[in-house]
């Protein structure tokens, strides 16, 4: 990569703490100048982590950071042409207003005019002109979030970095805020790379998403790919409200999912094979079954007044209205399926519960994932006497005949269907215990993902409802259990 | 029985033996100073008392040397324990509650204890007694006070701050010069309080640690109440009355610098 083509290059980069946890994992990233990118993820996905490697709070254990095509990765902060805004603010509480912002000036020992001049501008940017011998204690959240964003700018630095700058504002003002950054950007020219939680603020500020999830970039794209087209379940249930569902990709452009055959637009993911779908809730149309049900031709009057249902050859499914909750622009509706599913719906017209309702979905509108793993968790075993084995740091029975054809003490490869793991409310009434990590609902069962505390993942797919967080036992059944040669 | 259980609700009720308390030994023996050094033993109006003090020069000699080894403590105290405080609230120390706790370890044992074992220590070595260890000995005794105040403000301080400072340019040394130092200056104040006022009036220190040989201004005080006979009270009263002026002004300082020194203090 030349220089001139991005302005900030982070390679490969790891941070791995005292604990041996990895905040960041191989993460890779590009930014152009003048781009505003955000950084978008969970508490604890190593957003901020990747924010203060480029800041230089933090140093990478691995890999390198470039700015302008020059290595930083171990220079100090005060040498990096970049500036910080600061979750809390971190405005100096002995300084008043002014001298908060000509604190970077003061260091660069500028002449008092520039400064004054230079001060004056970054106040009237942020529309603070009138407050610069206030005491920045005296001003309220989003007046002080102002003020450190002059304090920023006033630099000109290359990159001003933004530590979830608005998360301590209330709604109101953080949307106000928003739309003054994304002037300020404009205005500027500066590159912004933003770190948030909030999946909105996210799709409206930047240019580009950085969706992250463990220390892992999950995805890159502008706001209209991360919602339209997410890469994997988890994009898809973090940006935005959606359905995610099981499926079957038939062929190319036929999938089928809750039972029924779709068209869809996407390709190459060969026949047959497992993968999962996301729907909008926005995406699916609904009309009450009843009035088509009394003779009424789908698509006439009565049935869709205002005309919003696409007519032609789509494949419709039914199903009762459970609940129905005024959202102010729309009413959210789920619909229970016949054969079991649930589907959040969303639309202009309300759906009162037991109603029974059709509800179709354009084929552009279902976006076709591959899936990260299916029906089987792997494990590395090793086969013990007694028809046990150990894996996940315990030790587990299994059925005599699996065990045909091992040795004691060969390593073997572990298959645990997701359905066969059962989990116990009573962490000790398992074999092993775990944490509920990541809850996914399919439509018609929740996809856990556990965490046991020895720091295995496990999939487990259950109709029970259970809590991010939640602590349980772990049981196998034995007979579930599948050995195979490692 | 309604009016008992009232008057034993009331607020009022629970203050008033502090009320007594205060009155009884804070109050009267104040009133009694400011009374005695203004009378004679006859119980006459006369200022004779100050004109003795300002008319001997040993006592005014003993009242500037007095004051001068208080500030020469304050500053001693001040270079040793603000890097201490510092290291403390900075470092990422696994312990520093334990390393704080150390530090206010030797404050658990009665001064005057310490301050013998201190001279039998110099004795052991064959140091000898005077100056150097008397300033020795007010340190070690007074270190403490300094360290607690400045390490209690610094880690309050929002860590934040710091590395916003970095950001904006500063190097370790502008860090420390424009953002740790002016906002550690509640605790510094704090600090030099509490050494100083007890430094200007202790004399048990000087007494054990220059055989006598230096004679402080509370031993002074101490003098002409213990030793002086009753017609000496009056003028010790007034002795007392100086020394509490001077007390009184270094906190009033501290104190309208701003209130949070009064936080630190209390």
Redo the contacts between chains.
């Keep these: 990569m030349s220089k001139k083509d991005y302005l900030i290059e982070v390679r490969h980069v790891s941070k791995q703490f005292e604990d041996g946890k990895y905040a960041l994992n191989d993460v890779s990233l590009q930014v152009k100048k003048g781009e505003f990118v955000t950084i978008l993820g969970p508490s604890g996905c190593g957003k901020t982590t990747l924010l203060r490697c480029i800041a230089g709070f933090q140093v990478a254990s691995e890999g390198d950071i470039l700015l302008n095509g020059e290595d930083v990765t171990n220079m100090p902060p005060h040498k990096r042409p970049v500036n910080t805004v600061f979750q809390k603010y971190a405005l100096f509480p002995h300084l008043n207003v002014f001298e908060n912002v000509a604190f970077g000036l003061k260091l660069k020992k500028m002449a008092d005019d520039v400064i004054l001049k230079k001060v004056k501008q970054a106040l009237k940017t942020v529309g603070m002109s009138d407050y610069e011998f206030r005491d920045v204690d005296s001003l309220s959240g989003g007046q002080q979030q102002r003020v450190a964003i002059a304090r920023a700018i006033v630099n000109q630095p290359e990159v001003l970095l933004l530590d979830e700058p608005l998360a301590a504002l209330d709604l109101k003002m953080r949307k106000d805020m928003q739309l003054e950054l994304k002037e300020m950007h404009k205005k500027l020219g500066i590159t912004f790379i933003y770190v948030t939680h909030d999946q909105e603020e996210a799709l409206t500020l930047s240019d580009r998403v950085v969706v992250m999830c463990e220390g892992k970039i999950q995805q890159i794209g502008t706001p209209t790919d991360i919602y339209n087209e997410p890469q994997n379940c988890f994009v898809a249930d973090f940006i935005g409200e959606s359905n995610i569902l099981s499926a079957v990709m038939i062929k190319d452009r036929k999938v089928k999912f809750c039972d029924q055959e779709f068209d869809c637009i996407d390709e190459g993911f060969g026949e047959n094979t497992p993968v999962d779908v996301v729907v909008r809730p926005e995406d699916i149309y609904i009309w009450d079954a009843a009035l088509e049900k009394r003779g009424k031709v789908e698509g006439q009057d009565d049935v869709d007044p205002d005309d919003r249902v696409p007519k032609g050859k789509f494949t419709k499914w039914y199903g009762t209205v459970t609940s129905c909750i005024f959202k102010g622009v729309h009413y959210e509706m789920t619909v229970q399926t016949d054969n079991g599913y649930e589907f959040m719906v969303q639309d202009y017209h309300e759906f009162l519960p037991d109603t029974k309702v059709g509800m179709l979905v354009k084929p552009e509108d279902i976006q076709v994932m591959k899936k990260e793993h299916y029906i089987y968790n792997h494990f590395e075993g090793e086969v013990l006497k007694n028809n046990k084995v150990r894996f996940l740091d315990a030790d587990w029975d299994v059925e005599p005949k699996q065990l045909e054809g091992f040795n004691v003490g060969d390593a073997v490869d572990v298959l645990v269907p997701f359905r066969s793991i059962d989990l116990q409310d009573h962490e000790e009434e398992g074999v092993i215990s775990g944490e509920v990590h990541f809850i996914l609902y399919k439509g018609n069962h929740y996809h856990l993902t556990i965490r046991t505390d020895e720091g295995y993942d496990l999939y487990v797919n259950t109709n029970d409802v259970w809590d991010d967080g939640d602590r349980c036992g772990i049981l196998i059944e034995p007979k579930a259990i599948k050995l195979a040669k490692a | 029985m309604k009016t008992l259980s009232s008057i034993f609700d009331s607020r009022r009720t629970w203050a008033w033996p502090y009320v007594l308390f205060l009155v009884l030994f804070v109050l009267l023996p104040l009133l009694l100073i400011f009374v005695y050094a203004f009378t004679d033993p006859q119980g006459h109006f006369t200022l004779k008392n100050f004109v003795t003090f300002a008319t001997k020069s040993e006592a005014v000699n003993t009242f500037i040397y007095s004051i001068a080894v208080a500030l020469i403590t304050t500053i001693i105290c001040l270079v040793l324990g603000y890097p201490a405080a510092y290291i403390m609230a900075t470092a990422e120390l696994k312990t520093p509650a334990v390393m704080a706790m150390l530090f206010i370890l030797p404050m658990w044992i009665n001064f005057l204890l310490r301050t013998i074992a201190t001279v039998e220590l110099f004795n052991m070595f064959g140091i000898p007694l005077g100056e150097g260890a008397l300033l020795y000995g007010m340190c070690y005794d007074f270190l403490p006070f300094m360290i607690y105040p400045i390490y209690n403000t610094l880690q309050k301080m929002?860590r934040?701050?710091i590395?916003?400072?970095?950001?904006?340019?500063?190097?370790r040394i502008?860090v420390l010069t424009?953002?740790i130092l002016?906002?550690s200056?509640p605790g510094i104040y704090s600090g030099i309080i509490m050494v100083f006022m007890p430094t200007v009036s202790t004399f048990a220190i000087a007494e054990l640690l220059t055989r006598n040989k230096i004679t402080l201004f509370g031993s002074l005080i101490q003098r002409a109440f213990g030793e002086g006979g009753l017609q000496m009270w009056n003028y010790g009263a007034a002795l007392s009355l100086i020394m509490l002026l001077i007390i009184g002004l270094t906190s009033f300082f501290g104190n309208s610098e701003d209130n949070e020194t009064q936080a630190g203090l209390l």
């Design positions: 929002d934040s701050l590395e916003a400072a970095h950001d904006l340019g500063a190097n502008e424009k953002v002016p906002l200056v």
